[in-house]
């Protein structure tokens, strides 16, 4: 979903201690309806969705370092289309190894084997959802002596898409998305005796696509490789009672190999920050604006993702929630932008320590200067959530 209920915030759970490990084990299930399945613009499909997210968190200290194995999973059962039934499973390796009291090593490894929305689809309409697999590893090195620190960290990045089938039966080719990236960033703090650190942040990467782009006979179009150069500059904020997050602001330079793919330069930008004006009361911001691949129209574009979200006690394990979304996509070198909304309201009880229940509404609209790429879909949603 592009919006989901209440959680633009952390920390809903205690973890519970076993021997060593700090576990935190949950199930949610929900129930929706869903009154246009497809994002369609036209002859929507409407149907019921069962879906069970079990997830697990498993955190371990020894001594001063730091470990945690967090998986999660998701199956989704259409009532009438069954067609539309996913899995998808993520797992995820990171922790921080201290090697002397300045020096740390910090280092994250993922697997995420999933489907891709089908609000954000922007092509033929296939049969069944894209599926893709996602690979992502990271290392680094902190080094703090002093107020002053600095951070290197390099990692590589797989992702394999399916290929589908559209409703007439004509292949859909997916494979010519998939790439390879390799990265490294550098990232210079200074912790000031206030509550905020300014840093700045220069990443370099270059993604190697596996394949030409296909042009209906075979993988003969064009060659998408790119080199990404990423500039930031803000601060990290955290006073232990109203304000803690993180703002950035800086450009974005993205170069093609092949000449006859226009570069992207454009302004770059990402935080997120929580605000707790009263003790009932918490928002949240989260904006993301970076280039980034489409593998539709074998462009680069300009995305930028800003979610807003409010959560208030109405009273004692009574809780209102809402959320509202904005994703702008401008694609290079064509006449085509999108604008997607999304906004949702709803309310959570906690029912005791184990258990929380929740209803929530969704409204989701896309406006697009492609013809026919236009929808609006309206989600209702049952929720139940239990933990160990």
Do not use: C
Not at 297 to 323: A, C, P, S, W
Request: overall charge negative.
């Amino acid at each position: 979903m592009l919006l989901w209920a209440g959680p633009l915030f952390a920390g809903e759970y205690t973890p519970v201690k076993w021997g060593s490990f700090l576990l935190t084990l949950k199930l949610t299930i929900e129930q929706s309806y869903n009154d246009n399945i497809f994002a369609t613009e036209d002859d929507a499909e409407s149907d019921y969705i069962t879906a069970l997210k079990p997830s697990l968190l498993i955190q371990k200290n020894y001594r001063d370092h730091e470990f945690a194995l967090e998986t999660k999973g998701e199956a989704i059962k259409y009532w009438e289309n069954s067609d539309e039934d996913v899995i998808n499973f993520k797992s995820e390796l990171r922790g921080r190894v201290v090697a002397r009291r300045a020096l740390t090593l910090p280092f994250k490894l993922s697997y995420e084997s999933a489907h891709h929305d089908r609000q954000e689809e922007r092509g033929v309409l296939t049969r069944e959802p894209t599926g893709f697999k996602l690979l992502k590893t990271e290392i680094g090195a902190d080094y703090k002596p002093s107020r002053f620190g600095i951070g290197f960290y390099t990692g590589y990045n797989q992702i394999r898409h399916d290929n589908g089938e559209s409703f007439l039966g004509a292949p859909v080719i997916n494979e010519d998305s998939d790439y390879d990236s390799l990265y490294a960033r550098i990232v210079a703090r200074y912790e000031t005796k206030a509550d905020w650190t300014p840093f700045a942040s220069l990443q370099i990467g270059k993604n190697d696509f596996v394949r030409r782009t296909h042009d209906g006979t075979g993988f003969n179009g064009l060659k998408r490789d790119n080199r990404v150069l990423r500039a930031l500059a803000g601060a990290e904020f955290d006073d232990h009672e109203m304000w803690k997050g993180s703002a950035a602001i800086g450009h974005d330079w993205r170069k093609y190999d092949d000449g006859s793919i226009d570069d992207i330069a454009a302004l770059s930008a990402e935080g997120n920050i929580e605000w707790a004006p009263t003790r009932k009361l918490n928002l949240a911001l989260n904006f993301l604006r970076q280039s980034e691949e489409d593998s539709i129209v074998d462009r680069g574009m300009v995305q930028t993702d800003v979610k807003f979200g409010v959560r208030y006690e109405l009273q004692q394990n009574i809780y209102f929630h809402g959320n509202t979304e904005w994703k702008n996509t401008e694609y290079e070198s064509i006449d085509r932008t999108d604008d997607l909304y999304g906004a949702g309201f709803g309310v959570s009880y906690v029912l005791n320590s184990r258990l929380e229940a929740g209803a929530s509404y969704l409204h989701h609209f896309r406006e697009s200067s492609q013809t026919g790429s236009d929808f609006d879909s309206n989600v209702f949603m049952l929720r139940l959530t239990g933990k160990l």
